[in-house]
């Protein structure tokens, strides 16, 4: 399977503790994107890395929330001290560098659960 | 402020005819829209996109027209299938390559 892959697929922890989740890429998409999507809303934008820059961040991100592409590969995506607001799924998408930005292929994501 | 609406939260069609699907923006700044589809534990699935500078784009059952003017788009399928029943979700970029802004999604259900 080429497509975007993320791990864990779920994720259950308790309030205050940091969750990790990685995202890799199609092989060769030099951009990749991290949103976050609520129950009853569509994909919300977190962060963007070209290569390995990141090049924007929304409001979204607080504090505790970091998000790394070291060698311009794979991506993960830090949350310290969890609070159950940050209960969501996790989207992880990549474009190629041939096309414009907006033809996005996203990931299966991560459910994270906080009690 | 949502600048991308999608009003209808869920739609029912009889197998066979045609769905509209139907998008709201705000952002007169955006110039790129696309619709994606989702099924249930997946990830969201690229469908087709329009540029700003055209009213009309098709492939295959799936044609989209922007209306400019009246800041609406919407998404035609015909003819409607059941392996068509998903979430579908309205998302636009501005100038720029901004990143993607999506609607909060439309649930279609094809009845066979």
């Known amino acids: 399977d080429t497509g975007v892959s993320q791990n864990p697929r779920h994720k259950i922890t308790k309030r205050g503790q940091n969750v990790t989740f990685r995202c890799d890429p199609i092989s060769e998409h030099n951009r990749l994107y991290w949103y976050r999507q609520t129950l009853g809303q569509g994909p919300e934008f977190l962060t963007y890395?070209?290569?390995?820059?990141?090049?924007?961040k929304s409001r979204l991100l607080s504090d505790r929330f970091s998000a790394e592409r070291p060698k311009g590969s794979f991506s993960t995506l830090e949350i310290q001290r969890t609070e159950q607001g940050d209960s969501a799924m996790y989207l992880c998408?990549?474009?190629?560098?041939?096309?414009?930005?907006?033809?996005?292929?996203f990931g299966p994501g991560t459910r994270l659960t906080v009690t | 402020d949502q600048q991308v609406k999608q009003n209808s939260p869920s739609l029912s069609v009889q197998e066979g005819r045609i769905s509209i699907l139907n998008c709201d923006y705000t952002?007169?700044?955006?110039?790129?829209f696309l619709w994606y589809k989702k099924y249930p534990a997946e990830g969201p699935t690229f469908l087709i996109s329009i540029s700003s500078i055209k009213d009309k784009n098709e492939d295959g059952r799936f044609t989209v027209f922007l209306n400019k003017s009246a800041k609406h788009l919407s998404l035609h399928i015909v003819p409607s299938q059941p392996g068509d029943s998903a979430v579908y979700f309205c998302?636009?970029?501005?100038?720029?390559?901004?990143?993607?802004?999506f609607g909060k999604g439309t649930r279609l259900s094809v009845i066979a």
């Open positions: 998302a636009a970029s501005a100038v720029g390559n901004t990143p993607l802004v």
């Open positions: 952002n007169s700044m955006f110039d790129y």
């Open positions: 890395f070209q290569n390995e820059a990141q090049l924007e």
């Open positions: 998408a990549s474009s190629p560098r041939t096309a414009g930005p907006y033809e996005q292929y």
